[in-house]
């Protein structure tokens, strides 16, 4: 029988989450109203001095960051994991001496069941694949955003640009993982309960990174993410399409109406089971052809295709739904 929660647990999970979203959603805001509301009180040469030293860390990110693995085993990520709850499951052994690209799938509204995984240690993925150090990538402009990059950073967040992978596949060593949502914001605005769509038909910039460095590509999917938040979805060539369509091509992000279960907020305690489906060897090519790019993409899709039907059944999916790639 499963463990009966106290409402003191229940307490501590809602607030894990909210901070989580609240962090989303309006933290890197504030963080540029701090820094120059600083500017115009007594407290004005902080701002000079952060600035300064921002120039000078301008690199960093795609360089490797600044991951600490104190942030990623704070308690608050278990309370985190526990309110979904999210599970992360294991399909096969990944080897320590190679580096991965994990195309993670769907983007969701926040893509908790990734970062739970990948960017925090509560969900055991340090004792599913030893030797093998997940890192997830995330909007580039982000790491623009004072006091806020250094905070993701810590996290062990790296920006999702070419510097920065190349970086982490081909300059630090063996064993490691970059984790992409790869249908970004346009996935995001398909984000749905019921709804299986993922945005990456037209995407293979990451298939010719991994030619270009080596990296065998693994597909990822996280079960019920889609299910966290309910979303106003506007059709192609509606207004309100087209105004988030603007706003991403200037932002980089997408403005999604969603809706949680309480306080608006808070997403529905749906379990969320992240799968990590075998990895698909890939050749090293410095300057791989478009044909070989389109095979090994064409390799994923299918990959991710059969790792969605064979497991949509045993996290809780009907048998009926289907994986809809576009």
């Keep these: 029988m499963p463990k009966i929660k106290t409402h003191w647990k229940e307490f501590l999970e809602a607030i894990s989450v909210l901070q989580c979203v609240l962090t989303f959603l309006f933290l890197g805001v504030a963080c540029y109203i701090f820094i120059v509301y600083l500017m115009f009180t007594w407290l004005w040469p902080l701002s000079t001095l952060y600035f300064i030293w921002l120039v000078m860390d301008w690199q960093t990110p795609e360089r490797g960051g600044r991951r600490t693995l104190f942030m990623r085993k704070w308690k608050v990520w278990d309370h985190f994991r526990d309110y979904f709850p999210i599970k992360l499951v294991k399909t096969v052994e990944l080897n320590p001496n190679k580096n991965y690209i994990f195309g993670c799938h ?10 739970s995984c990948f960017s925090t240690e509560s969900c055991g ?10 890192t997830l990538l995330i909007l580039a402009g982000l790491f623009r955003i004072p006091i806020y990059r250094d905070y993701i950073m810590g ?29 970004g914001a346009a996935e995001s605005l398909a984000s749905s309960p019921g709804l299986n769509t993922v945005v990456v038909r037209q995407r293979k910039g990451f298939v010719r990174t991994a030619l270009e460095v080596g990296a065998d590509l693994v597909p990822v999917y996280s079960f019920g993410e889609n299910e966290l938040f309910k979303q106003m979805i506007f059709s192609e060539g509606s207004v309100g399409r087209r105004l988030q369509d603007l706003f991403k091509s200037l932002v980089g992000f997408a403005p999604c109406m969603f809706l949680g279960e309480r306080l608006a907020f808070l997403p529905y305690r749906t379990p969320v089971t992240t799968v990590v489906g075998s990895p698909i060897s890939i050749p090293k090519r410095i300057t791989p052809t478009e044909e070989e790019v389109n095979h090994y993409h064409n390799l994923y899709t299918e990959a991710l295709s059969k790792l969605f039907h064979e497991h949509k059944v045993s996290c809780g999916m009907p048998e009926s739904h289907n994986l809809r790639i576009i």
């Design 125 to 134: 993925f340090a004792e599913a694949f030893p030797g093998v150090k997940p």
């Design 106 to 115: 769907p983007h969701g509204i926040m893509s908790f069941g990734a970062f």
């Design 155 to 183: 996290a062990g967040l790296l920006p999702v640009s070419k510097p920065s992978l190349v970086h982490l596949l081909s300059k630090s060593g063996k064993g490691n993982a970059a984790v992409i949502v790869i249908g």
